[in-house]
């Protein structure tokens, strides 16, 4: 009977962002471990609910849910928590003797002494197991370092963005985990890095350079017979000694075949990295285009405040100017991140008027607040399920919520940083997204899986934050000085 132990620990770091990732915030999102883990994941399209129905589907598997933490993107996480669930999961891989081990990574995570967290984590875990099999998943903005390759037997990375296949992802490793301790293949890897910090406003995989270099490495994937061809395209915020997007294959027995692939498919990207820098209008210019475009819902996205990419939920960049442009027509501006005012929003009752400083608060360096007055239009305990394609069924925890309105204006203000990515952030708050002529998000490419049905235009702009589009304005230390675009 094999026995199976499954870890999960995934943060993004933005190097660049004042937030800090602490213990309260995973405890809030999720920190758990045992049957706990399966009850939270069971039915979602995630790592972890591949891993339950994995263990469902093998019975003959002795398997065990060690601690599962992550939570949202933001700063590198305090020394603390990560020592402490790292600490965690090492003495539940020291508890015993594993054949086999499956291990949920994002791949860019950082903490304050860490600037490349995922690699001292798999030196942990490799330290604890032995000579197990490690099957590791990574998301696509993975930093990826070629130490890690000798880590873990075999690792696979989201080959969607926006991220839709994490279940698939998830279910791959293990399938593969399987056939590994089973003896029917010998997965040997190659890593190459592309020598490039890539932003991610043009990273999609619908369309465009990764998509390109994606549909390459499949094709390359099925002629050559090879176990996986993964490229991240790395995390432009993460400051890692191992910034810049990747190229790793795994082949089965054959390790100059997984060289050659991922030269191959490394030369593809190489010659796509113009194409990742997009130029981006400003906030003003942003919000004219969108009321000039036709009928219907416009959304305009903050790039340099998506919380998916470590944004704080605090710049004002693109609430100014939607202010300014006093559009007469319903609009919607989601979100500003501020407990505070959530909670005197609660006190005041639904009806009441309130006056605000909005955004500004966490890092007014980036804009100063935008005095507001309005009404409390809703109050909303910030619980809701995932509807969208992304992570469908999973629960999300705003903390304390409310919407504050303003003649046609309407603003969510939630008690913890997270992306509207998902349709059921705007319906849990009353908002037919619709019936907007302006939805004015901090967000980026994954807000467009859940509302490309529901919004025909949407519009990138930059403004300042701690994930803008030019990596000129940030302070980077660890990334290799060449690779930054100058
Ligand atoms: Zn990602």
Redesign the pocket.
């Known amino acids: 009977m094999p026995r199976l132990a499954i870890a999960m620990f995934m943060h993004?770091g933005n190097a660049f962002s004042p937030v800090r990732a602490t213990a309260a915030q995973f405890r809030a999102d999720c920190w758990r471990e045992g049957p706990a883990v399966a009850e939270h994941y069971r039915g979602t399209r995630t790592e972890m609910g591949a891993a339950v129905d994995f263990v469902a589907a093998h019975p003959d598997w002795d398997s065990t849910f060690l601690t599962c933490a992550e939570c949202g993107p933001c700063g590198p996480l305090e020394d603390a928590c990560f020592d402490a669930i790292l600490g965690e999961i090492v003495a539940g891989l020291k508890s015993r003797r594993w054949d086999a081990v499956y291990l949920a990574l994002h791949g860019a995570m950082m903490s304050v002494r860490e600037p490349a967290a995922d690699l001292a984590i798999l030196r942990a875990v490799r330290g604890a197991i032995g000579s197990a099999r490690l099957g590791v998943s990574f998301?696509?903005?993975a930093n990826l370092g070629p130490p890690e390759l000798r880590l873990f037997d075999l690792a696979c990375v989201?080959k969607t963005?926006p991220?839709v296949d994490q279940y698939d992802t998830g279910a791959k490793t293990l399938a593969l985990l399987a056939r590994c301790v089973a003896g029917a293949i010998r997965p040997v890897g190659a890593l190459v890095k592309v020598p490039a910090i890539l932003p991610s406003a043009n990273m999609r995989t619908t369309d465009g350079p990764m998509a390109e270099t994606l549909a390459i490495a499949q094709e390359l994937e099925r002629r050559e017979g090879l176990l996986d061809i993964s490229v991240a395209g790395g995390?432009a915020y993460g400051d890692s000694p191992f910034a810049g997007a990747s190229v790793m294959v795994h082949a089965d027995g054959d390790p100059k075949l997984a060289e050659r692939a991922a030269n191959d498919v490394a030369a593809a990207l190489t010659a796509r990295v113009p194409r990742f820098y997009v130029s981006l209008p400003g906030p003003e210019e942003g919000i004219a285009r969108a009321l000039k475009a036709p009928p219907g819902p416009v959304a305009v996205l903050e790039n340099a405040d998506n919380p998916?990419s470590g944004g704080i939920g605090d710049t004002t960049g693109l609430f100014r100017a939607l202010v300014g442009a006093r559009p007469d027509a319903p609009c919607v501006f989601a979100f500003f991140c501020d407990p505070d005012l959530a909670e005197r929003a609660r006190q005041a009752g639904v009806g009441a008027r309130i006056e605000a400083r909005l955004g500004g608060r966490i890092a007014p360096g980036f804009g100063p607040p935008v005095e507001f007055s309005g009404l409390v239009e809703r109050l909303t305990d910030g619980r809701y399920r995932n509807t969208g394609p992304m992570g469908q069924g999973a629960w999300n925890a705003l903390g304390p919520t409310c919407v504050l309105a303003d003649g046609k204006l309407r603003i969510v203000v939630t008690s913890s940083c997270q992306s509207p990515n998902d349709p059921g952030f705007f319906q849990l708050h009353g908002i037919d997204v619709t019936r907007q002529r302006l939805v004015c998000v901090k967000a980026k490419n994954h807000f467009r899986a859940g509302f490309r049905p529901l919004i025909a235009t949407m519009i990138d702009v930059d403004t300042p934050g701690p994930a803008s589009i030019d990596q000129r304005n940030l302070p980077f230390r660890h990334a290799p000085a060449h690779l930054r675009r100058a």
């Open positions: 993004e998301d696509l903005h989201y963005h991220h995390f998916g």
